[in-house]
């Protein structure tokens, strides 16, 4: 069950975001309801908020999870790599979730900035995590890049729709079987991470479906108990789909598969 990401062992799958909580104790209390080990947090909202890391930093510390910040925000590839050498700075952390946005209405990422950015990142001795789309060509040249995992979309950011194609996803599982692929954005409901989990992804990240709950902590811990569920149902070997009708009990022949 144990997922080896970046260099460090994780007992949980669970990667989860820190905006939009109703208040920090909410959040404190999402993190521990999740028993996520890795938060990402964006710098360039932080700051503009006017707040300092200080605070929210002291508040990840104590919950004792990785941080993973992200560029969040940011339109080119200079932007994001002048914004995460500065998380570096502030967080001590070589890891940084790259987000590169190239279209205003779907929050799409911009597949040539992004890849830009990735190389620029790699050979500064960053740990990148990118988010992408599930383009499995896109993901092949981040790879190229100095990547060593991939967070393809579910959907547009925020927008809670589930996995729009898990046809692609599937394909993505299958072409690139040794990449640590954990599924970002458009996650709505736990039965979407299952579904995550049970296409074979190594871990999911979110963050709206649980902030913006009604109760967010009662929330995360549903959506840890759906990422163990669809995980273990992956390691299991979920049934094979039928045409028609089998019988579940066979009226002739042995009653056990010997």
């Known amino acids: 069950m144990a997922l080896r990401i970046a260099g460090i062992e994780l007992e949980s799958r669970f990667f989860l975001g820190t905006a939009g909580y109703p208040s920090p104790q909410v959040l404190q209390d999402a993190i521990v309801s999740s028993g ?4 990402t947090v964006g710098l360039k ?3 503009a908020a006017g707040g300092g890391p200080g605070d929210f930093y002291k508040l990840i510390r104590e919950s004792g999870a990785h941080l993973l910040p992200n560029t969040a925000g940011c339109r080119s590839a200079r932007e994001a790599v002048t914004l995460a050498r500065m998380a570096r700075e502030l967080f001590g952390t ?3 979730k790259l987000e590169v946005v190239g279209d205003e209405y779907t929050l799409q990422p911009d597949p040539f900035e ?3 950015a990735a190389r620029t990142l790699a050979r500064d001795g960053f740990e990148v995590f ?4 599930d383009d499995l060509v896109t993901c092949q040249r981040l790879l190229d890049a ?3 995992i991939l967070m393809p979309w579910g959907a547009p950011i925020g927008s809670g729709q589930g996995l729009l194609n898990p046809t692609a996803l599937r394909t993505l599982r299958a072409r690139l079987p040794d990449v640590p692929l954990v599924v970002d ?3 709505g409901s736990p039965k979407d991470a299952v579904q995550a989990m049970e296409l074979g992804y190594d871990a999911v990240l979110l963050n709206s479906a649980v902030a913006q709950a009604h109760d967010p902590v009662v929330m995360a811990r549903a959506f840890r108990l759906a990422i163990e569920s669809g995980r273990l149902a992956y390691e299991a070997g979920v049934m094979a789909k039928q045409e028609m009708a089998v019988p579940t009990t066979p009226v002739t022949g042995r009653p056990f598969v010997l």
């Open 146 to 148: 100095g990547c060593r």
């Open 94 to 96: 070589n890891w940084i």
């Open 130 to 133: 990118p988010y992408c789309t």
């Open 114 to 116: 992004l890849v830009d």
């Open 36 to 39: 996520t080990q890795v938060v």
């Open 185 to 187: 954005a458009g996650i």
């Open 45 to 47: 909202r932080q700051l």
